[in-house]
């Protein structure tokens, strides 16, 4: 079932994500996986961009051809926080915090985003998977407040190449499990292994339209945020941003 990664690399680029889109539609094959030192268009979700100066960050998408079930798609972006999760902890000693659905923290500070998409292509539907790393701690000035950078959190000067593959071999290894029988509920019981947002976290859901105030009770068999309002009722977060509040305690 595994797929053989197969590297492209560009200095400069628009984003990695629109490229792999762009090649999947043209029919390439799984594992295609798109590397630049620099994005000049690099996108986050909803049109919102993603910081990518040169040689400050890993920048990649890895395109997929998944063969499991519709339902088990959102849970792409899951198991790929986990594959940055284990990939910065063996290779730079650096323990994250992955925030629902799609950022990877420490303390708070967003070190890592991650953007799949999917596409319809002749062989079928497909998936990208980009992901954005801030590596170095000259990237801190030029990206929001709020976020931070592995070498600014670590000391080191973390190896880009090394977190590069690292990184594929555990998306390969998690990927195989989600084709199997209890792949789903595995990828749900590590991702909330691994996440301070899983459960009884105060957090602030913004959604387009409004915003409320609850508290995490766990994730739902499709990857969504289950949180407990303030009035009692259960709200299921399928797409928004969660914003922690103060008190862990709920
Ligand atoms: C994300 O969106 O976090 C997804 C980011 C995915 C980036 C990768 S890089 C390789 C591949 N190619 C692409 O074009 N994209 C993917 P979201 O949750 O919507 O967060 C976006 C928000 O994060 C922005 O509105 C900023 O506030 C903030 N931001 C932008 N650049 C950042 C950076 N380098 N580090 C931390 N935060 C950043």
Known sequence: MSFQPIIQRFDSIDSTNIEALRQAKAGAPEGLCIIAREQTRGRGRLDRSWQSPADAGLYMSLLLRPKFEMNAWPLITLMAALAVYDALMKTCELRTDIKWPNDLCVNDRKLCGILAE?????????????????????????????????????????????????????????????????????????????????????????????????????????GALRVESAEGRMKIVRAGDVTALRSTNG
């Open 118 to 222: 999917t596409v319809e292509t002749a062989l079928g539907t497909a998936a990208v998977v980009g992901i954005g790393i801030n590596l170095s701690s000259e990237i801190v000035p030029l990206v929001p407040a709020e976020a931070t950078s592995v070498e600014s959190v670590t000391g080191r000067k973390p190896d880009r190449e090394l977190i590069l593959h690292g990184l594929l071999k555990s998306i390969a290894e998690r990927y195989d499990l989600l084709h199997s029988a209890a792949g789903c509920e595995h990828i749900i019981r590590e991702w909330c292994a691994h996440s301070s947002y899983a459960m009884g976290r105060r957090v602030r859901v913004t959604l387009s339209d409004k915003a409320f105030e609850g508290t995490t009770r766990g994730l739902e068999s499709d």
